[in-house]
């Protein structure tokens, strides 16, 4: 039972995003905070919990088919968690990826030069 809910605790540690680097020269650090602020909110939009769901509903089909088909009922079980886990974890990771580029793109917009 406890394996079953393991990747929710996996979930959130895909959250880990980094700020990023943005050439401060000649930029008011204050404003800098207040846009990063704004742009922060903006990349909150991006659901993590629903892509992890949907990755992890395909990983658990996918890996119940493959499971099923090279072996028997607790074959496919198995594959259908493994392949929830993973399906998961990769929703996760994209929903987080996505949410640096709102950033990033958010910052550009305002003028700001990001380096990375």
């Not at 990747?7 to 540690?13: G, K």
């Given at each position: 039972m406890r394996r079953r809910y393991l990747?929710?605790?996996?979930?959130?540690?895909a959250g880990c995003a980094n700020d990023p680097i943005v050439d401060i020269r000649g930029v008011d650090p204050a404003r800098l905070d207040q846009d990063l602020a704004e742009c922060r909110a903006y990349a909150a939009q991006v659901n993590t919990p629903a892509e992890a769901a949907k990755h992890g509903g395909i990983g658990a089909a996918v890996g119940g088919a493959i499971g099923a088909i090279i072996g028997d009922s607790g074959t496919a079980g198995k594959g259908a968690g493994i392949g929830a886990v993973s399906g998961a974890t990769k929703g996760a990771g994209r929903a987080e990826q996505r949410k640096e580029r709102v950033v990033r793109n958010c910052l550009k917009g305002r003028g700001y030069k990001v380096l990375g």
């Open positions: 990747w929710l605790l996996l979930v959130p540690l």
